[in-house]
């Protein structure tokens, strides 16, 4: 037996118009995918399988959490996951992803859908993965300003004391002063 081979859907051999399948998402599942955007999280995943005239409707309903490395500190972010995301499969002569459907050989007769489930999951991060301010690692953090670095974001100890950051390029425009056409 295959790590993924509970992630089949055999869509020859369904047996009513609708079937519901649950998934738990654990660390194994995405330590086994390999996926580059994290590794470990704990994702719950309720997929709705919807047989209509010559297309399959999957519904991909995923709530949880998953860690993924701080983009400024790079210490382990947890960022919660809730989205719901579909995908239209066909069955076909061969594979082919065609954008919003996949078909699938009809001599395989299903699909796997382990890696849509962890790409659905990617797509649902935010750009942006930082820690809420000043929760980054100091020594990481001090080490990037000792070098220079400095993001929008990074002046957490100033915003914690209530601080407003101004960038200087926009405090230099202050100065300025147009004059009124009368």
């Given at each position: 037996?295959?790590?993924?081979?509970?992630?089949?859907?055999?869509?020859?051999?369904?047996?009513?118009?609708?079937?519901?399948?649950?998934?738990?998402?654990?660390?194994?599942?995405?330590?086994?995918?390999?996926?580059?955007?994290?590794?470990?999280?704990?994702?719950?995943?309720?997929?709705?399988?919807?047989?209509?005239?010559?297309?399959?409707?999957?519904?991909?309903?995923?709530n949880g959490n998953v860690v993924v490395?701080?983009?400024?500190?790079?210490?382990?972010?947890?960022?919660?996951?809730?989205?719901?995301s579909s995908l239209k499969v066909k069955?076909?002569?061969?594979?082919?992803?065609?954008?919003?459907?996949?078909?699938?050989?009809?001599?395989?007769?299903?699909?796997?859908?382990?890696?849509?489930?962890?790409?659905?999951?990617?797509?649902?991060?935010?750009?942006?993965?930082?820690?809420?301010?000043?929760?980054?690692?100091?020594?990481?953090?001090?080490?990037?300003?000792?070098?220079?670095?400095?993001?929008?974001?990074?002046?957490?100890?100033?915003?914690?004391?209530?601080?407003?950051?101004?960038?200087?390029?926009?405090?230099?425009?202050?100065?300025?002063?147009?004059?009124?056409?009368?």
């Amino acid at each position: 037996m295959g790590r993924f081979d509970k992630f089949y859907v055999d869509l020859k051999g369904l047996k009513s118009d609708t079937l519901e399948l649950a998934f738990e998402l654990d660390n194994k599942f995405f330590a086994d995918i390999e996926g580059e955007e994290f590794q470990r999280g704990s994702v719950k995943a309720c997929v709705t399988v919807k047989k209509g005239r010559g297309v399959f409707d999957f519904v991909f309903a995923l709530n949880g959490n998953v860690v993924v490395p701080c983009d400024r500190c790079l210490d382990d972010l947890v960022v919660d996951v809730e989205t719901e995301s579909s995908l239209k499969v066909k069955l076909g002569d061969s594979y082919a992803d065609e954008g919003d459907v996949v078909i699938v050989p009809e001599a395989d007769g299903g699909v796997n859908i382990a890696w849509y489930l962890y790409e659905f999951i990617t797509l649902a991060l935010p750009m942006k993965r930082i820690h809420a301010p000043g929760k980054c690692n100091h020594e990481m953090t001090s080490k990037l300003k000792k070098h220079g670095y400095r993001d929008e974001d990074d002046d957490c100890d100033s915003q914690e004391a209530g601080e407003s950051v101004v960038d200087p390029r926009w405090e230099a425009l202050k100065g300025i002063q147009f004059e009124e056409d009368n």
